[in-house]
């Protein structure tokens, strides 16, 4: 083995161009796929970072009707904070968010929007809830994500009239004026969706003390439903991002697929190419002493030794650009905010040791393979025609 | 090794399957060779000396007949068992040279001392000598393309004898050379056939060979024509 190792990275060495050609393809697979991998990865941080500090903290308790998905729900969602949950909202671990249907009137037209009431002292959402803390002359106070801002065509201290519906059915307006607009890459936070105080939609709905959804930021495993509540993990409530980050990885397989897959057929080139074109090379080493054994061997280690080229030329090059990019992250060429979904528009890539090292096994295992697959054919070459180069 | 003979053939047959048949290229062959000998196979084209010539080296096995190479039956060598006679007691010369283009001259000397796993201090002090016993001491750091086929026959030698085997098979080493380097190339293995006892076993029908042969063994039609020892 360890002669075989020393022939082969002489043979590869002196081979030259060929040798460099495959190496930096193989190369490329490496550099891109842990690139890429490493997006998603960071994504997936990322997104996961964003819902918590934006939306679900570390887990919520959802009143039993709640039903994101059908906002017809929400009438019937709410209720008092229970008596064992109320000492963690004194003490400011845990927020109650009351959430109303509503719609909105700018410039004359009509939208239907989620009226949620936040609590301007709370200490769990990155939400300037603070600029809910102020009284404006015959306005409620109201926040909005810039994707609202932008739908609505509203700015800071604008007004607009919102029409809700309170407990006994009754229709109601009021005026609000947009105190601040803030950014954020969570949908769900940001479209169709309104936050004035708490206290201000407790009193227009007549739901003193009561909310849809207590949100708490200590992480506790001891937590279970609570009559009339039901807990949601932080796992369950991200369990959307893995889903999305399940249907991404997929998509990107292929194109690994794809990038390993060239590589692979510029190796099996060059051995086909080899066993054809070095049959007399071939026949003088079994004339020198190998088997036909060890030369397919040989020819193997040769063909694999094309990824650990390949893994260190990576190391050279991408080493520092995956570095940069963990750092200055990669921002996506176009507006993310259309997607939908909880995606930055800057995605800082982040790397394991298992997604490197599990990318080169997997390079390495395949270059293998691909090496000996051809080099097989050796083993049954009559010594005495590949010395005279006669094979077809 | 009985009596210092270090091949012994007794009627051996070689046949190549051709189309339906088969065609016999080798038929009743009977052959001793001593130790130090330096004999050739003579003969036109297609008369089987380079078939002879890989039996003994056990690259090919006999269809029928014995075959012993140093006290071994060729056809009852498995694969590794004549990997190792040819590793360890055979050294091998061709009309091509056959070296390893991308290898230096030095590597390519000290191949067949790597094979045999010499500790690489030993391997230096070998691959000198027989780079000395040639004449290219000067060349080692060459690549084979930038030889002359002399040197590069000459190169061949030397990996052929750097590790002293019992038998060297020079199959035409001298075709592609002028009379000049062909010279050169029977002088320097005449001597260490003298020198080192290396006993040589030549196919060839270049005259200038012939001439420097001791013994000359006739072949016609895959048959010995006539063996005759040279008395100088
Ligand atoms: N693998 C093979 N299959 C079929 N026939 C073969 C094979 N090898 C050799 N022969 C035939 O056997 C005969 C002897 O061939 P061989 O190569 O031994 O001749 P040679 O004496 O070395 O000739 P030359 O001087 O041209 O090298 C030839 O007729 C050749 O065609
Ligand atoms: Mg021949």
């Known amino acids: 083995m360890k002669l075989a190792i020393k022939l082969a990275f002489r043979n590869l060495i002196g081979a030259g161009l060929r040798t460099w050609l495959n190496v930096i393809v193989l190369s490329f697979s490496f550099v891109i796929i842990i690139w890429m991998k490493g997006v998603i990865t960071g994504w997936d941080h990322q997104a996961k970072i964003d819902m918590t500090n934006w939306q679900i903290g570390e887990g919520q308790y959802w009143h039993e009707n709640y039903d994101p998905y059908d906002p017809f729900t929400l009438n019937d969602s709410h209720a008092p904070v229970p008596e064992i949950l109320r000492e963690e909202v004194r003490q400011d671990s845990m927020t109650p968010l009351l959430i109303s249907q509503g719609t909105i009137y700018p410039q004359g037209r009509l939208q239907s929007i989620m009226i949620k009431g936040l609590d301007p002292h709370q200490k769990i959402f990155h939400l300037p809830s603070h600029k809910l803390d102020t009284t404006i002359s015959d306005a409620i106070p109201a926040i909005i994500g810039s994707g609202m801002a932008k739908n609505l065509q509203l700015g800071i201290s604008d007004r607009v009239m919102i029409q809700w519906r309170d407990t006994e059915g009754t229709f109601d307006a009021s005026e609000i004026c947009i105190t601040d607009i803030f950014s954020v890459n969570v949908p769900a936070v940001d479209q169709g969706q309104i936050y004035i105080p708490l206290n201000e939609l407790r009193s227009m709905l007549n739901l003193e003390d009561e909310a849809t959804i207590l949100t708490y930021n200590n992480v506790r495993t001891d937590r279970s439903d609570v009559t009339g509540w039901i807990h949601k993990s932080k796992e369950e409530l991200t369990s959307s991002v893995d889903e999305l980050i399940k249907v991404k990885t997929a998509g990107t397989s292929v194109l690994y697929a794809v990038l390993i897959l060239l590589a692979m057929l510029a190796i099996f080139d060059t051995q086909v190419l080899s066993i054809f074109k070095r049959q007399k090379e071939i026949g003088t080493y079994i004339a020198l002493g190998y088997t036909r054994r060890e030369v397919v061997g040989l020819f193997t280690v040769e063909g694999t030794m094309h990824a650990v080229f390949a893994a260190l030329l990576s190391a050279a090059y991408g080493i520092p650009f995956l570095t940069w990019q963990a750092k200055n992250g990669w921002t996506m060429p176009m507006d993310t905010s259309e997607f939908g979904m909880a995606i930055a528009q800057t995605l800082y890539p982040v790397y394991s040791a298992g997604l490197v090292a599990g990318t080169v096994l997997i390079i390495m295992t395949v270059t293998a393979i691909v090496s000996y697959w051809p080099s097989r054919k050796i083993a049954g070459m009559n010594p005495t025609e590949a010395l005279r180069g006669r094979i077809q | ?232």
């Open chain 2, 1 to 232: 090794m009985e009596n210092s003979s270090i091949i012994k053939i007794e009627n051996l047959v070689k046949k190549f399957p051709m189309g339906k048949g088969e065609f016999t290229a080798l038929s009743g062959i009977g052959l001793t060779l001593s130790q130090g000998e330096f004999a050739g196979l003579i003969g036109p084209s297609g008369s089987g000396k380079t078939t002879l010539l890989n039996i003994i080296g056990s690259l090919d096995v006999p269809t029928s007949g014995l075959v012993k190479v140093l006290g071994q039956s060729i056809s009852e060598l498995n694969a590794k068992e004549s990997a190792r006679l040819r590793k360890e007691n055979l050294g091998f010369i061709f009309q091509s040279y056959n070296l390893l283009a991308v290898h230096t001259v030095y590597e390519n000397v000290e191949f067949p001392l790597l094979l045999l796993g010499l500790s690489s201090g030993e391997r230096k002090k070998m691959v000198m000598d027989a780079l000395e016993w040639v004449g290219l001491t000067d060349k080692i750091r060459s690549k084979p393309p930038q030889l002359s086929g002399g040197e590069c026959q000459r190169v061949a030698v030397a990996r052929a004898m750097v590790k002293k085997p019992s038998i060297v098979l020079a199959d035409e080493p001298t075709a592609n050379l002028d009379a000049a380097n062909s010279h050169n190339i029977l002088k320097t293995m005449e001597e260490l056939n003298r020198e080192l006892k290396t006993s040589f076993l030549f196919a060839t029908h270049d005259e200038k060979v012939i001439n420097y042969l001791h013994r000359k063994i006739f072949l016609l039609d895959g048959r010995i024509d006539k063996d005759e020892v040279v008395s100088n």
